[in-house]
């Protein structure tokens, strides 16, 4: 029986560190974006068509590009190129503290004729 009553104060101590209560909880999150340019939005996307889409059509909603190529006369390639970087800490009193630093990169490009969409992607590092 003695066993019982001093294992009681342990579990209950054990629960409630368990629950969080009584916790000191901290956390701490930080955005930075390298450039300037916007995401390009999947809903835009859908609304590109080969062959119809036009140069003018891609500076209005998409802004201009990160860099743009000529690969000949009448095709050149526009590339989008968005950097995000997310910072995290997470600090819990007694258990520890957690750390996440993630990059994201979102590349798309578009080779356009004649001033026409004629093919559209994602591009990778």
């Not at 356009?112 to 093919?119: H, K, P």
Request: proline share 3%.
């Amino acid at each position: 029986m003695g066993f019982g009553r001093r294992a009681l104060p342990v579990c209950c101590l054990a629960a409630a560190l368990a629950s969080g209560g009584g916790c000191l909880v901290s956390t701490r999150s930080n955005v930075t974006y390298e450039n300037d340019t916007a995401r390009v939005p999947a809903y835009l996307l859908k609304e590109v068509q080969p062959g119809r889409t036009t140069r003018q059509w891609l500076l209005t909603h998409l802004g201009q590009p990160t860099r743009e190529r000529r690969l000949g006369e009448h095709v050149s390639v526009l590339e989008y190129e968005h950097h995000r970087r997310k910072q995290g800490e997470l600090s819990v009193f007694v258990i520890g503290s957690f750390e996440s630093d993630r990059e994201y990169r979102d590349r798309h490009y578009f080779v356009l004729e004649d001033d026409v969409v004629r093919e559209f992607g994602r591009g990778d590092d």
